[in-house]
């Protein structure tokens, strides 16, 4: 990182709000003083990336790393490319105690393709007070990571695009907690604004509280239950005071706030507090 880079302590206080928003979260450090910078991978442990402008990608792969005050122009032009990645060192073991903070990631629409995902941890992480916006593909997560207090807009997509896109994702995994984050997944392929399948190992022990959904999607969530995949049976998914918004439609998705749930939501299956924004009202379940 450059000597010229500005720290923490050229920071702003955040606006207030009941959810995060696009005004309340990322940098905390104004867009003047970021250090331009093309891609940044961490080269040891401990290590602080900061303050920074990079058109490209970053890589975390050492422990106890933090990415905080950072915007990164996600300009992606391949299927499955990141802007930012978690993943296994070259010892292959994954790193720990990695936390990202108050960055932001920006789609590229003149080159980003919808298949592409903004943050991608195939390792676990904690992402905290950032603004991910204008991507396909917002968060893509796996096991033990912490998603907390983020603003997270996934409206791109490509003219006949088929892709299945969502602002947050699990395709097998356990131990994540969804707390408190503005999650919007909108347009042509949105499957949702959170989901959850069975795909490559059981969803379990996950906690999702506190958010608020938006979601053009047919739900605005799914719950990990789903006989289409190869663990169609989650466990322990807690949501547990959520508010669904009706930015789209009355029911959050076009057809409900929720599905993939077996017939009794799987072991451990809670569903309590959830409202409807606006009213305060319960949302149901069938």
């Not at 010892?91 to 932001?104: A, F, L, N």
């Not at 069975?198 to 379990?204: E, P, T």
């Not at 190869?230 to 998914?237: G, I, L, R, Y």
Request: contains cysteine; glycine residues 14%; proline residues 6%.
């Amino acid at each position: 990182m450059s000597k010229d880079a500005p720290t923490s302590s050229d920071i702003g206080v955040p606006t207030v709000s009941a959810f995060p928003t696009a005004e309340s979260t990322g940098p905390l450090i104004p867009e003047s003083l970021l250090v331009p910078s093309g891609s940044v991978s961490s080269e040891e442990s401990g290590q602080v990336i900061e303050g920074l402008e990079v058109d490209g990608r970053v890589r975390v792969q050492h422990d106890g790393v933090t990415v905080r005050n950072v915007r990164i122009n996600h300009i992606a032009t391949g299927p499955g490319q990141y802007a930012l990645l978690i993943e296994e060192g070259p010892d292959g073991t994954c790193p720990t105690g990695v936390v990202i903070e108050s960055i932001e990631i920006v789609g590229d629409p003149a080159v980003l393709v919808d298949d592409a995902k903004a943050v991608y941890g195939s390792c676990p992480f904690t992402l905290e007070g950032s603004r991910i916006i204008g991507v396909g593909t917002g968060i893509r997560l796996t096991s033990d990571s912490v998603i907390r207090g983020n603003f997270v807009r996934a409206d791109f997509s490509t003219e006949g695009s088929d892709t299945h896109r969502s602002a947050i994702g699990i395709n097998g995994g356990s131990g994540n907690v969804i707390e408190g984050n503005t999650v919007i997944c909108s347009g042509p392929g949105c499957s949702g604004a959170l989901v959850m399948y069975g795909d490559f190992q059981q969803i379990s022990d996950i906690l999702v509280t506190g958010n608020l959904f938006n979601s053009t999607g047919s739900y605005c969530t799914y719950a990990g239950s789903l006989d289409s995949k190869e663990f169609p049976v989650a466990s322990d998914v807690r949501y547990i005071d959520n508010t669904f918004g009706r930015m789209f439609f009355d029911t959050c998705g076009r057809y409900g706030p929720v599905a993939g749930r077996d017939s009794n939501g799987g072991p451990g299956f809670v569903w309590d507090g959830n409202t409807w924004e606006g009213t305060g009202e319960d949302v149901p379940i069938s």
